[in-house]
């Protein structure tokens, strides 16, 4: 059982940047994958990026590739999200996910997932 406790998401302007932080418990961390997603107002949650459980692989979406980095602190038991150039179409609550099981674009496949941390962004 991991719990995961994501932070660091508030109010910025547009072409700014955030640190979001995912802070996990449970002795099987080092061993997820993890991911993050992201749920805009009237819109379904979508895939953001992953890191594999040791950092030896990191994908992202096309819509934030070369802005976003996710990286991982396993002797933390903490993923983060460093975003910048942020725009308003960034806005929405971001949430990490753990372990997922298969493809890990898809967030019904993963087991655990964190209560989302809200980044809004103005123009």
């Known amino acids: 059982q991991v719990q995961l406790v994501e932070s660091g998401g508030r109010l910025v302007q547009a072409g700014g940047s955030l640190r979001l932080s995912c802070a996990a418990s449970g002795r099987m961390f080092n061993s997820y994958d993890l991911g993050w997603f992201r749920q805009a107002p009237g819109k379904e949650r979508e895939f953001v990026a992953v890191?594999?459980?040791?950092?030896?692989?990191?994908y992202y979406s096309d819509s934030v590739k070369g802005r976003f980095t996710i990286s991982r602190d396993n002797a933390q038991n903490t993923v983060y999200l460093q975003m910048n150039s942020l725009k308003p179409e960034d806005t929405a609550v971001y949430y990490c996910?753990?372990?997922?099981?298969?493809?890990?674009?898809?967030?019904?496949?993963?087991?655990?997932w964190g209560q989302g941390t809200q980044v809004t962004v103005s123009s």
């Open positions: 996910a753990a372990n997922p099981q298969g493809d890990t674009y898809y967030d019904t496949n993963y087991m655990y």
């Open positions: 890191i594999g459980s040791s950092g030896d692989y990191r």
